[in-house]
């Protein structure tokens, strides 16, 4: 996956209103503005974005805007995939390592109480985040070695329709049994 297509997801995923290309590629740090126009449109030729017309929540312009589009992105390639047993597997694979990562956020909130990062002008990508949370001592070292390592996978399986071969869905499952383990302590 390339770095700029990941930056732009990352900014999409972590905003709830829609963006211009313009601000989008201010806070992914992604220059100049038609790779973020071109890197936009084929992702949502693929459905893991929306674009049209709109008014940008960052800048106030109306422009063409662009929002994250995950929820119906995953859902509808569940059932296109469902068609095909074949890449059952993989589909499983998207599901649960969304799950997983929805999970691993949400104890990223509980630790990291107070922080200012979702401040206007402060954008932090899960990555940056889980780095920061482990400089700080507020996550072990081995669970982050862990939680990146689903994070990677994940990206790979639902933006580039990798499919995990058996041995790495094995490996998986068993991060899977480690960070949920991980998860609970936090979740009362
Ligand atoms: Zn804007």
Redesign the pocket.
């Given at each position: 996956m390339s770095t700029s297509q990941e930056k732009i997801i990352e900014v999409l995923e972590n905003i709830d209103n829609s963006?211009?290309?313009?601000?989008?590629s201010e806070k992914a740090a992604v220059f100049p503005r038609q790779q973020v126009n071109a890197i936009a449109r084929n992702l949502q030729k693929r459905r893991i974005i929306y674009r049209g017309r709109g008014i940008?929540?960052?800048?106030?312009?109306g422009?063409i805007?662009n929002s994250k589009l995950m929820k119906y992105s995953i859902d509808g390639f569940i059932s296109k995939e469902l068609e095909h047993e074949k890449n059952h597997s993989r589909t499983e694979a998207a599901k649960k390592l969304d799950e997983i990562r929805r999970n691993i956020i949400d104890v990223f909130k509980i630790i990291d109480k107070g922080s200012t990062r979702l401040g206007k002008d402060k954008y932090e990508s899960f990555s940056t985040r889980l780095s920061r949370l482990e400089e700080d001592g507020k996550i072990d070292r081995n669970i982050a070695s862990i939680i990146r390592m689903i994070n990677s996978f994940r990206n790979l399986v639902v933006y580039e329709d990798y499919q995990p071969d058996s041995d790495e869905f094995q490996l998986l499952q068993k991060a899977f049994l480690i960070i949920d383990k991980w998860c609970l302590k936090f979740n009362k």
């Open positions: 963006i211009c290309d313009d601000c989008l940008c929540s960052l800048c106030g312009k422009k805007t």
